[in-house]
């Protein structure tokens, strides 16, 4: 029996409108990347069924960086960390970051900021078929948002 993936966020009105077919799936690879946002986007101690859940680099948002190629190496590590703890469905990961300084409009509060623009590569192999794959996410720290 092929396995179902569901497309986040799920839908839980489809589940209970009989017009509906069902709830969306996705394949194994867009499950995969939706989980690893997941992932990097939780801090640790949000998901109320797993303390641990999530990534620790939310305690790094707001952190005064002595030097930037520390500060790189050990915002990887934790993403690196985060994902072999939670993403058993990849093997052989490995994180790269770019990160650049930018300006960021809020166009609500008619304000402009400097963020760090943080642009992740993660690559790896599908435990299931042994395929290379890869995925990016781009976030901005201070407070920490996505794209």
């Known amino acids: 029996m092929k396995q179902k993936f569901y497309r986040l966020p799920i839908n839980f009105d489809s589940v209970f409108d009989e017009t509906e077919p069902g709830m969306p799936v996705c394949s194994e690879l867009e499950s995969i990347d939706q989980y690893i946002e997941m992932i990097i986007t939780t801090c640790p101690g949000e998901h109320k069924f797993n303390k641990n859940f999530g990534c620790g680099i939310w305690d790094m948002d707001f952190e005064l960086v002595v030097s930037r190629k520390h500060w790189e190496e050990d915002f990887t590590a934790r993403i690196l960390k985060a994902i072999q703890s939670f993403e ?60």
């Open 88 to 147: 058993r469905r990849l093997k052989d990961v490995k994180v790269v970051i770019r990160v650049q300084e930018v300006a960021r409009e809020d166009p609500a509060m008619k304000t402009t900021a400097i963020k760090k623009k943080v642009h992740i590569f993660v690559n790896g192999r599908s435990v299931s078929s042994n395929e290379p794959c890869g995925f990016n996410y781009i976030l901005y720290l201070g407070p920490l948002t996505t794209e």
